[in-house]
């Protein structure tokens, strides 16, 4: 799901990521950035107007970061590894290349570690990751 929105509020934003959502852009954006969004999405991958990122990463920057322990002992080795990459926002392609993987794999591994993390999309699996320091 993407949110296109001309509200920059920060309680907007969160219960939009809450809510699922892969991106939010305010309607101010360009169309071409717009129509970019709209198929990355797609890819999976995640998109936050510049306008309220840092709103975005603040906010995950000032949660208390939890052990990654908590997060290290739900998924195996690999499954961390695609997820530290979903964090970065690459793609399952992207993944795939980096981890010398199919991009089936990958998904196979998305999958399970949604399924794990009682997550509905990679939005929230790399908000999860930044909280446990998978992110950096």
Known sequence: M????TYDDDEWLFDAIRAGAAGYLL?????AEVITAV?????????????????LLGHVAGQQ????????DK??????????LIAHGFSNADI???LHLS??????????LLAKLDVTDRTQAA???MQHGLGQ
């Open 2 to 5: 993407l949110v296109l929105t």
């Open 27 to 31: 309607k101010d954006t360009p169309r």
């Open 39 to 55: 198929r990355g999405t797609v890819e999976g991958k995640a998109f936050v107007d510049p306008a309220v990122a840092s709103k």
């Open 65 to 72: 970061t939890q052990p990654a322990t908590q997060i290290t």
């Open 75 to 84: 998924l195996t080795g690999r499954e961390v590894d695609v997820l530290r």
């Open 96 to 98: 795939a290349v980096r």
């Open 103 to 112: 991009e089936g794999t990958v998904r196979n591994h998305v999958s399970a």
């Open 127 to 129: 908000v999860i990751a």
